[in-house]
């Protein structure tokens, strides 16, 4: 994104490369870290799934933090039918 270049992944270096043992190792550590990146990841699990050839498929498990930890505001309801947010 512009004016944020903390957000993405470097995960399209790795287009094009052999898949070795070292590669498809970082890679996997590329990956956990851009979904780690996400303030909303609680764990994130990266197995590889499978590599043959030129792919590499990895199966990933990513938990949420809790819906009490992503709700920061309360919306309250007058007696006037207006909306106050209060965070």
């Keep these: 994104l512009p004016l ?5 992944s470097k995960v399209s270096r790795f287009i094009g490369t052999k898949n070795t043992v070292s590669n498809i ?3 996997k550590v590329e990956i956990e870290r851009s979904i780690r990146a996400d303030s909303r990841v ?3 699990t990266i197995n590889t799934s499978q590599v043959t050839g030129e792919h590499a498929v990895f199966e990933l498990v990513v938990t949420p933090i809790s819906m009490e930890e992503q709700l920061t505001m309360v ?12 965070g």
């Design 4 to 8: 944020h270049p903390e957000y993405g």
């Design 42 to 44: 609680k764990t994130v």
């Design 75 to 86: 919306l309250d309801m007058a007696d006037s039918l207006q909306f106050q947010v209060r």
């Design 25 to 27: 190792a970082k890679l």
